[in-house]
């Protein structure tokens, strides 16, 4: 009895808990930072976001790099919507784009301003913002070059990013280059790049620029920026059905006499409501956003035109 006693707690001891040879799972996420996924990592790592809460007042102090690392010490909380505002910055056939994307003190503009619209603009942020932590650059445009420069002597801004092959047309730096794939995380949203140019494309520095999907939760936006006809046909080949968002915003300029491009593009994402960005347009591309809008009634899409209010917002909660 006492032998098989014995045998029973050496067999309870042998058993004991399961031993994990994982290696626990950590937090990619810096305090204020923003993190880049490519897309061949998203399957490998697991990433648990985390809220970037801070206390501390920014200390600007005197360097520059120092202004840089406060300024992306970002807070928002759980509770926070993501605001996306797009302004009524365009002029003319400059078509122009400003959008904010903020989630608590979380600043990031989309930039595209002429020099025409600059003050607007300019009385824009003040209203809205004390500091910018990224701004983003569409595409190798002239345009979204315009007034760059006017705007880092402004403001405090954190970071720059642009799509990896802006360097075919512009010869300046930025802090973050993007590619096809890549997934920015910033304040517990994403911005995900869907199409990024292909070298076959670079012909049209807008076809070579970015298109975006923006989603918090089940909500989300496709922008597409400054594409034109190569660019969409590609996005509308590589990307069909693979993304269901109520909302997506285009400026529709460019796209002249091929009605199937913007067709399929119903057909394959199913959008609810579109965001007419840039400007109000004259006689050079009557008929071009005319046909574009007769045809998103069919589809039963609400559309909102930017030029025609001061602002346009939507909420993710």
Not at 1 to 9: D, E, P, Q, S, Y
Not at 180 to 201: P, R, S
Not at 282 to 298: L, P
């Amino acid at each position: 009895m006492i032998k098989v006693l014995l045998a029973i707690l050496l067999l309870l001891g042998c058993i004991g808990e399961p031993q994990s040879n994982k290696t626990p799972i950590t937090d990619k996420t810096d305090k204020g930072g923003i993190d880049i996924v490519k897309e061949r990592e998203k399957e490998e790592v697991s990433y648990i976001p985390k809220d970037n809460k801070t206390d501390v007042p920014i200390d600007w102090g005197d360097r520059p790099e120092i202004r840089a690392k406060n300024l992306l010490n970002y807070t928002f909380s759980d509770r926070d919507p993501l605001y996306i505002t797009f302004f009524n910055v365009g002029y003319g056939e400059k078509q122009g784009r400003l959008v904010l994307l903020r989630r608590g003190d979380s600043d990031v503009y989309i930039w595209s301003v002429p020099n025409e619209s600059y003050p607007k603009a300019y009385s824009y942020i003040k209203s809205y913002s004390d500091d910018i932590e990224y701004v983003i650059i569409p595409s190798g445009k002239n345009l979204n070059f315009e007034t760059l420069d006017r705007l880092k002597k402004d403001f405090e801004i954190g970071k720059t990013i642009a799509p990896r092959n802006i360097m075919y047309y512009y010869n300046g730096s930025f802090d973050i280059y993007l590619d096809k794939g890549d997934v920015l995380e910033i304040a517990n949203y994403k911005i995900e790049v869907l199409q990024a140019g292909e070298d076959y494309l670079k012909s049209n520095p807008g076809n070579m620029g970015l298109i975006l999907k923006i989603s918090k939760g089940n909500n989300c936006i496709i922008m597409l920026l400054d594409v034109e006809n190569g660019g969409l046909q590609r996005f509308n080949i590589d990307q069909r059905y693979k993304h269901n968002c109520n909302y997506f915003s285009w400026n529709a300029y460019g796209i002249y006499f091929v009605p199937d491009l913007y067709i399929n593009y119903m057909e394959f994402f199913k959008p609810k409501n579109m965001i007419a960005d840039g400007s109000s347009f004259k006689n050079y591309d009557q008929g071009t956003r005319k046909g574009i809008y007769e045809r998103m009634k069919i589809y039963n899409v609400n559309i909102r035109k930017v030029w025609e209010n001061e602002t346009t917002t939507i909420i993710f909660e």
